[in-house]
């Protein structure tokens, strides 16, 4: 599955957002909007490298009251495959 966001803030480019299986049964399971992660992806108050893996990013936004971390890999300048998304209550504490 694939959808393509126009990613405002970087000279108008375009990127796609490719979820996995994985990706597309725990954004539903967890009822998180893809507007919510499109704009974690395209404007990220924060961003980490995974802990195990360097070729993950993980994408962190303060929205709705929650803090939601989007977790993928960019396969090229424009294409970012989506691993996972989920509302970190580990930074509950430091919200704003």
Do not use: C
């Not at 995974?50 to 890999?73: T, Y």
């Not at 970012?80 to 989920?86: D, M, Q, S, W």
Request: hydrophobic share 40%.
């Amino acid at each position: 599955m694939a959808i393509t966001f126009k990613r405002v803030n970087v000279s108008d480019k375009e990127i796609t957002i490719k979820l996995t299986r994985h990706a597309k049964f725990k954004i539903t399971q967890r009822n998180i909007d893809l507007n919510d992660i499109k704009q974690v992806v395209l404007e990220p108050e924060l961003t980490k490298p995974d802990k195990f893996d360097s070729s993950l990013i993980h994408f962190i936004k303060f929205i709705k009251g929650k803090f939601l971390r989007v977790i993928g890999r960019w396969e090229s300048k424009k294409d970012l495959l989506l691993i996972t998304a989920f509302y970190d209550r580990r930074l509950i504490g430091r919200n704003k």
